[in-house]
Each structure stands twice: as C-alpha cells, then as structure tokens.
C-alpha cells in the first residue's frame, strides 16, 4: 500500500476510534499514529484469526480492521499504568 493510503486510512481509522473511545483527543498527528499502528494491530490479529490479507488497498475492509485495532490500541494505552482515567 502506498504511504499516503497508509496515511489516510491512518487518518480515519484513529479518528473514528477516538469519537467511539471519547476522551482527551491525541490530535491530528496523534490519531494518524493511533489510526497506523491500530492498522498494524489489527491486520496482524485479523490474519491471525480469519487467514488473508487485510492491509492491502483502500477500501471498508482495510478501514474497519484499522478501526477494531486503533480501538484495541487505544484500549491498551488506557490501561497502562501511570495514566489518569480520562
């Protein structure tokens, strides 16, 4: 996939995890590197799990499985110690 799809769907998949999430916001850049690790995380555990492969173009598909892992991210990141429960 080229960087700028990664950036994109970065951009979306981080934003759309931080609405459902709610909270203090990470920003732009913030949700476009929640959105790409999520993206990451998400497409290892879907390979994992379901076989095929779920980082590959722009499309729903690539979008939600970025999604569900920015969500999972952004769950684990919260629940590190030291961090305030907002």
């Given amino acids: 996939m080229s960087c700028i799809a990664w950036l994109l769907v970065g951009l979306v998949a981080g934003w759309l995890a931080g609405m459902v999430m709610k909270g203090g916001g ?51 990141l919260r629940a590190l110690p030291g961090r305030s429960a907002v």
């Fill in 26 to 76: 990470y920003g732009v850049i913030g949700d476009i590197i929640v959105g790409i690790l999520g993206a990451m995380l998400g497409g290892f555990l879907a390979t994992a799990f379901f076989g095929g492969d779920f980082t590959t173009g722009f499309n729903l598909t690539t979008i939600f499985v970025a999604f569900i892992g920015a969500i999972l991210l952004i769950a684990i």
